[in-house]
């Protein structure tokens, strides 16, 4: 079992070694599992004893063994949009089998795979916020958590039209005519469920055909994560800044992610904590906003263009100071608002001149700050994060972000792509 996330190997029944992987999200309150040896697939807890029961009867016949992993872990901080709704603080533990045999028979027989079985046994949230867990199968029931729209958990029994299921840390039932389950989980799942491509490598070439020997789109560092649009034979597409392309599956961990319920007592940490988060980042900034006062110019000149030093600690201010880099150059790596900076170290530099410290990560910066539900309800100065890429919401649906090698840092709309979260920081 993994509490912290981690990984490990395991010896199928031919002989052969897999890897498995356990991660926490912090960007979203999810659960994932995931394999290095693409010719596998996973299940859910649910599947656990039917699969074994399977392998059993086909043992002698195709040699497939059953080995199982138990893995845990969900984020300790919310992201929330229009795609990936809201979801905190929770922990949960599931028992993944991996059945070479069992997955082929059963793909054979049903259409589905192992894992899209699996699906039939969760219970998923459709509704317009949230559906409220409760600990009795009643109106009349103590709400113990949260199962946000989109969010899934796994089923339990039925009881006069409630289910009950376990997600993250809560266990209780939901009023079933505002979830799905069964067959109708299935694509569901797809649906809510997102498919990710961490980075391993230090630098990633993403390519616009897959292929080693076609050209180059765009690059990516390590441990950011893109969204999976297609899987193919040793390779995924992805989506990046630059468009559309394809990784290796060499240099990528693939992993699934499913938004958990939040129980009240998380729901009311996570606000304590994003609250305490959102204080200390405006005492940093009014710190160095006495600074800048202090200071003898409140102007930077640099390559024979002058910058206006920051001059307060709001959103407002913080997108009036990056709008001055604009036509600036992107560079990857780079952190420099006037000689070159990447998508995250741009926002990285312009926070660091109001005195808060951020990743150097696109994908860190899903963690940072509380997080804001929907892209109607973000301010100047909200940090916008999409797949391998982040920028600074600007109002008025735009972005100030930098771009492309192209392109520099440029002004766009903010909804040009599907957007992962939002965070605020003040």
Known sequence: MCNNGGSGFFRYGDGRVGRWQCQFGSAVGRYRFSMQDQEKTTALSSLQEESEKEAARNAGTDGASVGSVQVGGFADMASTDNKVSAAHSRKIEDTVVVSEGYTRDLKENTG???????????????????????????????????????????????????????????????????????????????????????????????????????????LVPIEDELIVTEELDGWVKVNIEEGDGYVSNEYVTLSTEFVKAESIEEERARLEKEEAARRAAQEAANKKMASNKASSSSQTTDGGKTYQNPTGSSGSDVVKFAMQFVGNPYVYGGTSLTNGADCSGFVMSVYNNFGVSLPHSSAADRNVGAAVNGIENAQPGDIVCYSGHVGIYAGNGQLVHASTSKTGIIVSSATYRPILSIRRIF
Do not use: H, M
């Open 112 to 218: 589905l795979t192992e894992e899209e079985e699996g699906f039939k046994k969760l219970v998923i949230a459709r509704v317009n916020d949230y559906v409220n867990v409760r600990d009795l199968p009643s109106e009349e029931g103590n709400i113990v958590g949260k199962l946000y729209n989109k969010s899934v958990g796994n089923f339990i029994e039925e009881e006069n039209g409630w289910y009950k299921i376990k997600s993250g840390s809560v266990e209780g039932y939901v009023k079933g005519e505002y979830c799905v389950t069964g067959d109708e989980a299935v694509d569901y799942a797809k649906e809510v469920g997102t498919r990710i491509a961490t980075v391993t490598t230090t630098t990633l070439k993403v390519r616009e055909q897959p292929g080693l020997e076609e050209t180059v789109l765009g």
